[in-house]
């Protein structure tokens, strides 16, 4: 399937990396790539026609600090996406190094934590994973952190611009090993929290409609008590999200919503294989119209399944086996606006070495690419795109923060196999607003605002 192309990373030393963000770090309207720099800088990765150019300014490289985890969203509704990085410098329990939130004003980036008034609200446990969430429908995102050894946070903005940490008014606090974290409409209308732990259950936070959440991962059948979550994903189902869970050296699953309402491990043996597993990721690679399933793994090959004749099946990865990478984060975008994905993946933890980028082998299908923004205009993360075509429809949800540590770009993509047609495209914003558009041309990236 893949082909390595990590000669188009202009510079590319051996380093500790962890998470990898895709978001509009410059304003220009592109996506970079921004990863987590270990004890040195953040990159922030720029397509520039190409190759991949660091752009990072010293604000954002933060060099010298341990981040491992990153999210993008608009805390304040403004338009354009803040920047939350979570650094840990220990395993677990309180930390030395406070995280970052960065937001962009004019040129010039400022952390939000450092302000005087959020200060103290700042968190200072260690952590993993970062996600967004609108969990009320106003298109102001809040970012929910995964602490490891001490409480779930949910940084929102308040009155006179004031970080408030929700996550005990709302429900969404909870003291576990906590690892990832998928943000989604998975239920209903409303972003629900999926939280992946180790030592202790997983978690599941159910969006009741009003931006208060139930915790339900027992009835629901998430749980999984006795496996070390790591990386997961939101896949297509029949009709509805399916999650794909990789746990440490235990069984990977793959819950499928059943129409009784709770969830069905149904990941057939291969899958379910163990695995040193870090991130996972769900996407149409090659095009074909169905998503792939991509497990990222630490000092064993990587793994890829395929859901062909109507059943997953293993796929020949190719060059992004990488028997010796100590996989850590990876992430996926179209870099250079050709209506195919590349892959993005970061290594480290064990040894530095160097970042990997692939692209998929063409097929030569069509594609149609959907870029819903919020109110404000910032990418509508959470948003839910639904796509006829062939009498088929497909469903994407805006990726608000997957995999382990990381967060894709803000982009439905689609890939239409042998289709030539798009009969309609509908979006859904999480305040509930749809829209729909008949009969879109394909091969396009279509940029739609919130109506
Ligand atoms: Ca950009
Ligand atoms: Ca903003
Ligand atoms: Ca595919
Ligand atoms: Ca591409």
């Given at each position: 399937m893949f082909i390595g192309c990590?000669?188009?990373?202009?510079s590319n030393l051996p380093a500790l990396h962890y998470g990898v963000a895709v978001a509009d770090i410059d304003g220009d309207g592109a996506d970079e790539l921004v990863i987590a720099g270990h004890g040195g800088p953040n990159r922030v990765l720029k397509w520039d026609g190409h190759r991949l150019i660091d752009i990072a300014e010293p604000a954002l490289a933060d060099d010298g600090r341990r981040a491992i985890g990153l999210a993008c969203g608009d805390?304040?509704?403004?338009?354009r996406e803040e920047l939350y990085i979570l650094n840990s410098?220990?395993?677990?329990?309180?930390?030395q190094v406070v995280d970052r939130l960065l937001a962009c004003f004019g040129r010039r980036w400022i952390?939000?934590?450092?302000l005087p008034e959020n200060f103290a609200v700042a968190n200072r446990f260690a952590g993993r994973s970062i996600a967004v969430i609108d969990r009320t429908g106003t298109g102001r995102y809040g970012f929910i952190v995964a602490n490891y050894g001490g409480p779930m946070r949910l940084y929102e903005m308040g009155p006179r611009g004031r970080i408030l940490d929700m996550a005990d008014e709302c429900g969404l606090d909870a003291l576990t090993g906590g690892r990832s974290l998928l943000a989604a409409p998975i239920l209903g209308g409303r972003p629900d929290v999926f939280a992946g732990n180790e030592i202790g259950p997983n978690l599941f936070f159910h969006?009741?409609?009003?931006g208060n959440f139930t915790e339900l991962a027992e009835t629901l059948g998430?749980?999984?008590?006795?496996q070390a979550a790591r990386g997961v994903a939101l896949i297509q189902g029949e009709e509805r999200f399916d999650i794909v869970l990789g746990n440490w050296e235990g069984p990977h699953r793959l819950f499928q919503q059943t129409a009784g309402g709770g969830f069905a491990d149904v990941a057939p043996p291969e899958m379910a294989q163990?695995?040193?597993?870090r991130t996972v990721i769900a996407a149409d690679f090659d095009n074909d119209g169905y998503e792939e399933i991509f497990f990222n793994n630490m000092g064993e090959p990587n793994r890829l399944f395929g859901w062909r004749d109507e059943r997953w099946v293993a796929l020949?990865?190719?060059?992004?086996?990488?028997?010796?990478g100590y996989g850590t984060g990876a992430a996926v975008a179209d870099?250079?606006?050709?209506?195919q994905l590349e892959l993005l993946i970061a290594h480290g933890e064990q040894a530095p070495q160097p970042l990997s980028l692939f692209m998929a082998e063409p097929r030569g299908h069509h594609w149609l690419r959907i870029r819903p923004l919020t109110q404000a205009g910032a990418p509508a993360r959470g948003a839910v795109v639904r796509l006829w075509a062939d009498g088929r429809m497909q469903m994407r949800s805006i990726c608000a923060g997957s995999g382990y540590l990381c967060q894709m770009e803000p982009v439905a993509h689609f890939g239409l196999g042998h289709?030539?047609?798009?009969e309609k495209v509908e979006i859904t914003w999480p305040d509930g607003t749809t829209l729909r558009l008949d009969r879109p041309e394909p091969c396009q990236v279509l940029t739609v605002p919130h109506p």
């Open positions: 990590s000669n188009l990373i202009a805390i304040d509704g403004d338009g410098d220990g395993f677990s329990g309180p930390k952390d939000l934590f450092a969006n009741r409609g009003d998430l749980a999984d008590p006795t163990p695995s040193r597993v020949e990865i190719g060059d992004a086996a990488l028997p010796h870099l250079d606006g050709d209506g289709a030539r047609k798009v």
